[in-house]
T-cell receptor, first 108, second 115 residues
């Protein structure tokens, strides 16, 4: 079983849609959790950290369920500029483990 | 604030040749990481430095890969000899002190093609 698993997609959605990505992790010792965004042929950039209580940043909402070892990212009112690959990242005792990413394309 | 710098941006070599990549982290960042990202996969950590010491190199193929950060600032990653399966983007990242909640900032990467 992979340490961090994501649905690879691709997700093709119209502008204005709401889309949700899921991620599961296998190591219960995982300490912290993040979503990174990676544009085509660019480096990953931090989108948001994920806290136990859930957190929101504008149109983006992240949730963490430690009992189920599950992380989610919800994007509301999708914009064309949201098109990218979204990487789920888990910090396991100082090591960052990346999922393979979920590709999102937002269409006009 | 200047970001993480990497060079070269692109490199094409033949198998069995050697290649080296350079990284200069964000000023003041103690922790430096090298990742390998194969097409269609997420980045995989190769090695992590804390200042000039190695924290984790468990996933570094030590028979052909080596890395150093002699003065605790910039770093080089070397592959000798290269194999076809080494074709990937090599990403350097840095963070303030490597803590669990630290943000890692990535450089633009070096895209390596081994023919």
């Amino acid at each position: 079983r992979k340490e961090v698993e994501q649905d690879p997609g691709p997700f093709n959605v119209p502008e204005g849609a709401t889309v949700a990505f899921n991620c599961t992790y296998s190591n219960s010792a995982s300490q912290s959790f993040f979503w990174y965004r990676q544009d085509c042929r660019k480096e990953p950039k931090l989108l948001m950290s994920v806290y136990s209580s859930g957190n929101e940043d504008g149109r983006f909402t992240a949730q963490l369920n430690r009992a189920s070892q599950y992380i989610s990212l919800l994007i509301r009112d999708s914009k064309l500029s949201d098109s990218a690959t979204y990487l789920c990242v888990v910090n396991i005792i100082g090591d960052m483990r990346f999922g393979a990413g979920t590709r999102l394309t937002v269409k006009p | 604030e200047a970001g993480v710098a990497q060079s070269p941006r692109y490199k094409i070599i033949e198998k069995r040749q050697s290649v080296a990549f350079w990284c200069n982290p964000i000023s003041g960042h103690a922790t430096l990481y090298w990742y390998q990202q194969i097409l269609g996969q997420g980045p995989k950590l190769l090695i992590q430095f804390q200042n000039n010491g190695v924290v984790d190199d468990s996933q570094l193929p030590k028979d052909r890969f080596s890395a150093e950060r002699l003065k605790g600032v910039d770093s080089t990653l070397k592959i000798q000899p290269a194999k076809l399966e080494d074709s990937a983007v090599y990403l350097c990242a840095s963070s303030l002190n490597g803590g669990a909640l630290d943000t890692q900032y990535f450089g633009p990467g070096t895209r390596l093609t081994v023919l």
